[in-house]
């Protein structure tokens, strides 16, 4: 519940009072909402559910600010991050997945509006925590295993994958700002500096260069 209201993972504010958004999304083990983005008008709405509304919706819904719809068939496992390519009007879905509009796609997949279609299988072993497009190329963090040859962060540059190099640890939040890709985390060194959870990634960052 919220502001006295019951309601289920989800909730919509107007400035003054609180609205369950016809129910939220549900499923039946442990339901959350881990992540939100703004697409053609919409809001998406990825996480842990396979209901929103009255409706089937699994692991991602779409609201146009009154009803909810799916998204296509949706995905066969939790969503956990989205990025919009902003150039050529693409979301990017990633998580635990493995399919995605019933086709195969590993822990990524983009979708038009209308269809799904895979990319590229991503190499991260630990599921998509968090996405950005940084300079035309999309970024992926996640978790990893932190196995010799392992790294957490990673970039797309529309056909193939590139590990970025540094975070010792997890990374779970990425935002540009001032022309530059800040990285958090659990990570406490960048290569062998000592950092406290979060770096700048860029050209023109401020402090001291990591090379």
């Not at 998406?44 to 909810?68: E, L, M």
């Not at 919009?84 to 009007?89: L, P, W």
Request: proline share 5%; net charge negative; charged share 15%.
């Amino acid at each position: 519940s919220i502001g006295g209201i019951s309601c289920k993972q989800i909730v919509r504010w107007n400035g003054s009072v609180f609205d369950n958004m016809q129910g939220g999304v549900d499923g039946p083990f442990f339901p959350e909402v881990y992540a939100l983005e703004v697409y053609k008008g919409q809001l998406y709405v990825g996480g842990n559910f396979t209901k929103a509304g009255n409706i089937p919706a699994n692991y991602i819904a779409r609201w146009d600010g009154s009803k909810w719809d799916s998204v296509g068939t949706g995905v066969d496992w939790g969503v956990k991050a989205f990025a919009v390519d902003t150039v050529n009007d693409i979301l990017y879905v990633g998580g635990w997945f493995r399919q995605a509009g019933g086709i195969p796609a590993k822990s990524v997949a983009k979708w038009d509006g209308t269809n799904w279609s895979a990319i590229a299988p991503c190499p991260i072993l630990g599921g998509h925590q968090c996405m950005k497009f940084f300079n035309g190329e999309l970024y992926a963090g996640s978790y990893g295993n932190f196995s010799p040859g392992d790294t957490v962060l990673w970039r797309y540059d529309g056909s193939q994958w590139h590990p970025v190099y540094g975070p010792n640890s997890s990374v779970v939040t990425l935002e540009t700002y001032k022309g530059n890709l800040y990285v958090g985390g659990g990570f406490d060194k960048i290569d062998t500096t000592t950092v406290n959870c979060i770096a700048c990634y860029g050209d023109s960052c401020p402090g001291t260069p990591i090379t």
